[in-house]
C-alpha cells in the first residue's frame, strides 16, 4: 500500500518541486515506509537499509519543506522526528557518528520546540527521549559503556521485573 501512494506521490512531487504539501506528503510516504520495513523497536520486516534510505529521502523532503515554511512548527517537528528515525537505525546498522549527528540535530530542533510552546508536552517529551538517544550515542561514540532497556508494556509485572534486575546487579 505505502509503495503504491510512493509510486504515486513520487512523480507528482517532482513534477511541481516548489508544492510545499506534495513534498510534505512524499516525506511521510517514505517515512512510513522506513517503519515499515526497520524501525527498531516496532514490527517491521527487517529491511535496515531500505528503511535508513527511506528515511535519508524523507529527510531531504522534510528538510525542503522546513526551509520553504521556517515559521511552521510542524514542518520543524516533522524533520525532528525523521532525523530521530534516521539516528535509531544508524545506530543500530553500527554508524555511531551518524546517529549522534542526526542525535544532535533533532535536540536542537526539538529544543528550540519545546521553547517557543511551553505548553506543548509532545514537544518536551519528544525532546526528553531525543536527549536520551543523543547521549547513549554520545558514550557508544566515545567508547563509553552503555545499557539500553527496552520495556514492551509497562505493568506491574514488567516494573516488578526491572526492580528486581537493578537489585540484583
Do not use: C
Not at 517491521?44 to 531531504?60: K, S
Not at 530542533?109 to 519528544?126: E, F, I, K, N
Amino acid at each position: 500500500r505505502y509503495e503504491r501512494a510512493l509510486a504515486l506521490r513520487a512523480p507528482l512531487a517532482a513534477a511541481a518541486p516548489d508544492d510545499v504539501d506534495r513534498r510534505r506528503a512524499l516525506a511521510a510516504t517514505h517515512v512510513r515506509l522506513g517503519d515499515v520495513k526497520g524501525l527498531e523497536g516496532y514490527a517491521n520486516l527487517g529491511d535496515t537499509p531500505g528503511a535508513l534510505a527511506h528515511y535519508r529521502r524523507a529527510l531531504a523532503e522534510r528538510e525542503a519543506v522546513a526551509a520553504a515554511r521556517p515559521d511552521d512548527p510542524e514542518a520543524r517537528a516533522a524533520l525532528a522526528r525523521t532525523l530521530s528515525h534516521a539516528g535509531i537505525l544508524a545506530r543500530v546498522t553500527g554508524d555511531v557518528p551518524a546517529a549522534v549527528a542526526y542525535g544532535r540535530r533533532a535536540v536542537a530542533l526539538h529544543a528550540a520546540l519545546a521553547a517557543g510552546d511551553t505548553a506543548s508536552a509532545t514537544h518536551r517529551g519528544d525532546l526528553v527521549a531525543a536527549q536520551g538517544r543523543a547521549t547513549a550515542d554520545t558514550l557508544a561514540k566515545n567508547g563509553r559503556p552503555t545499557r539500553r532497556m527496552h520495556v514492551e508494556r509497562l505493568d506491574e509485572r514488567a516494573l516488578g521485573e526491572l526492580l528486581m534486575h537493578f537489585m540484583l546487579e
